[in-house]
């Protein structure tokens, strides 16, 4: 995927944004708003933090409210058409996870930050991934990587629908290459990569019927079931081996189980400190 045509990737851009943007908030408010899980302080004076995979940088303008004025945030995508132009406190720049980070850019953070992009690595690997992150973490400093579990054993409200899109995720992954369990893999890959203190924190994300608020349930769905065509087309561009039924009206199934029954999806938040 080049870094600089927006027609190289698959979603129209405005659309992906929308649907970024409504996918944030609703995970914010199974969070009550919390991005940060390593033990660090927000209102430390001139914190640096990297946000990789930011997109238009919806979560960096959260987070700005949470740390002091004089935080410096900085935004990375490898789609440059997402980034916005850079603002008071937060800087964006092209980044490809598949690269070495620039020099400017090396041990410079105390906090590196990536949400439901390590996908995005897969010409690499998870490996490689984490070994270019932890490069940008300054001594001390946090790495931090939250990404959904596709693991649905002992998970409530699993109906067919849910399990189907699970399955087609999953099978993208390892299409991909990445493998659908390589999030369950990445506190040996943070351990590899030199850091410490490696945790993982599971966080349920409850959707639709499940958050008992007709407005909230519509933006927790919607993000998903508008990227299902999409889905489908890339597993099957890449030969997934799923049984036809999963795609048949999955859309259209998917929608109307987390209407009438909800749905309940899963991350791991895996962090880890880089020795001072």
């Not at 001594?139 to 931090?144: A, F, H, R, S």
Request: glycine fraction near 8%.
């Amino acid at each position: 995927m080049s870094t600089k045509n927006k027609a190289d990737y698959p979603w129209e851009i405005t659309r992906e944004v929308e649907r970024l943007q409504k996918q944030h908030a609703w995970v914010q408010r199974c969070l009550d708003n919390k991005i940060v899980f390593a033990p660090m302080t927000l209102d430390k004076e001139g914190l640096k933090i990297l946000d990789v995979g930011c997109a238009d940088g919806v979560l960096l303008r959260d987070l700005k409210k949470q740390v002091s004025p004089s935080a410096q945030l900085v935004g990375a995508d490898i789609v440059e058409a997402f980034l916005p132009a850079s603002e008071e406190g937060i800087r964006f720049e092209v980044y490809d996870l598949c690269e070495l980070p620039r020099d400017e850019l090396v041990g410079a953070f105390d906090l590196t930050h990536v949400r439901y992009s390590i996908l995005g690595a897969a010409k690499v690997g998870y490996q490689k991934a984490v070994d270019h992150l932890a490069s940008t973490v300054a001594p001390g400093g946090w790495l931090q990587v939250h990404e959904l579990d596709f693991d649905l054993t002992d998970r409530p409200n699993v109906g067919p629908a849910w399990r189907d899109v699970s399955n087609l995720i999953a099978a993208m992954f390892d299409g991909m290459g990445m493998g659908s369990d390589c999030i369950r893999k990445l506190p040996g890959a943070f351990e590899a990569a030199g850091l410490d203190n490696v945790t993982v924190h599971s966080v349920d994300l409850p959707m639709g019927k499940l958050l008992g608020d007709d407005e909230a349930a519509e933006l927790s769905w919607q993000p998903f079931v508008i990227t299902i065509p999409s889905l489908i087309e890339g597993a099957k561009a890449l030969g997934v081996k799923l049984p036809d039924s999963t795609y048949e009206n999955l859309a259209e199934r998917f929608e109307k189980e987390v209407k009438e029954e909800g749905a309940m999806f899963r991350a791991l938040v895996t962090i880890g400190q880089k020795p001072a």
